[in-house]
């Protein structure tokens, strides 16, 4: 009876698992899709430095212009950040008021003021900067920062007043064996918040789909519907066309266990492009196209987290946040 008790809760658990091992890329094969006429920019590395704790401490912006191969390194101004700089997602927003002038929003994973940051993680923030086309600085605004709602950003949206934006948490928990296990024992892990200059707050998403939210009263985030990708992903792009782009992460279990300790190591990486369907879909439940445009097996692009597309050049621009360098293909 114990046998069978215990075969029963085995089977249950990989019933409840099955989906999410998945969209982690457990058993899936890789295809090589989209890598005919790539080229890499070695000199773009996602992160220059590190301490001893993990966390880069100097981080910075540069600006990589396609056309003539060229990076320029933009420069702070006006923020005092005794915690250092360890920067993740960031936005780039052309002002309303002054379209020469360009609000950039980053997510800085600041050094704890107390604490082992492994053992308490890390106090994050969102910096909010101004600049204008051409500049070589980065002028500083303000700090949002609101442990209750930003608690582990990745991703951020801005707005074009630079007073407000939407970000992601891809963790409920900042630091512990919960966040660590959270991808399997909780996939509603991760959440979408809101901050302005006087308030903030945030919802919930789940892994391998995308949560689709309407901006309510009060700048309130209402669940509107679900597009099932199948892969855990990353940072989204919108393109010009209105195409989604996502940064599907097809080893999830890779990318943890060896990308972080080694940014060197080939981790398999995925670019979808979501699209809405104009045909008959609709009709049939099938709202949305989600197309697999590129993927690698981390020879060109290695756990990437980011995937940006420029659809007058036809070009695909693919980073990560522990990658070596960047892609770029032409589809």
Not at 136 to 155: A, C, G, K, Q
Not at 176 to 201: E, N, W
Not at 252 to 281: M, Q
């Amino acid at each position: 009876a114990l046998a069978v008790l215990v075969l029963a809760i085995l089977v249950a658990g990989y019933i409840h698992l099955k989906p999410y091992l998945a969209a982690m890329g457990i058993g899936r094969s890789v295809e090589s899709i989209g890598t005919g006429n790539c080229s890499i920019v070695p000199d773009l590395q996602a992160c220059e430095s590190s301490t001893a704790t993990g966390m880069s401490e100097d981080d910075h912006v540069a600006v990589y212009d396609y056309e003539t191969n060229s990076i320029t390194r933009l420069t702070f101004t006006g923020l005092s950040s005794p915690s250092g700089i360890s920067l993740h997602g960031m936005d780039v927003v052309i002002s309303t008021q002054e379209p020469s002038t360009l609000y950039v929003y980053l997510v800085n994973h600041r050094k704890p003021a107390s604490g082992d940051p492994s053992r308490v993680g890390a106090d994050s923030v969102i910096e909010v900067f101004e600049t204008r086309l051409g500049d070589s600085e980065l002028r500083y605004l303000r700090t949002f920062e609101d442990p209750t709602v930003i608690i582990t950003p990745n991703d951020v949206v801005g707005s074009p007043d630079g007073k407000s934006a939407y970000f992601t948490n891809d963790h409920a928990q900042k630091s512990g064996l919960k966040r660590d296990l959270g991808v399997l024992i909780q996939p509603y892990d991760t959440s979408v918040g809101f901050c302005h200059a006087d308030y903030a707050m945030g919802i919930d998403c789940m892994l391998g789909e995308i949560t689709v939210l309407k901006k309510g009263p009060d700048h309130a985030l209402l669940p509107n519907e679900v597009i099932k990708t199948g892969f855990a992903a990353d940072n989204l792009a919108i393109d010009s066309n209105g195409a989604l782009w996502v940064a599907g992460l097809t080893d999830v279990l890779g990318f943890i266990s060896r990308k972080f300790e080694d940014p060197s190591a080939h981790v398999s990486s995925t670019g979808l492009r979501v699209t809405v369907n104009s045909d008959l879909g609709p009709a049939y439940g099938k709202r949305y196209n989600v197309d697999k445009v590129f993927e690698d097996s981390g020879r060109l692009a290695s756990g990437i987290t980011s995937v940006v597309y420029d659809s007058q050049r036809e070009r695909l621009f693919m980073h990560g946040v522990v990658s070596t360098h960047l892609t770029v293909c032409k589809l």
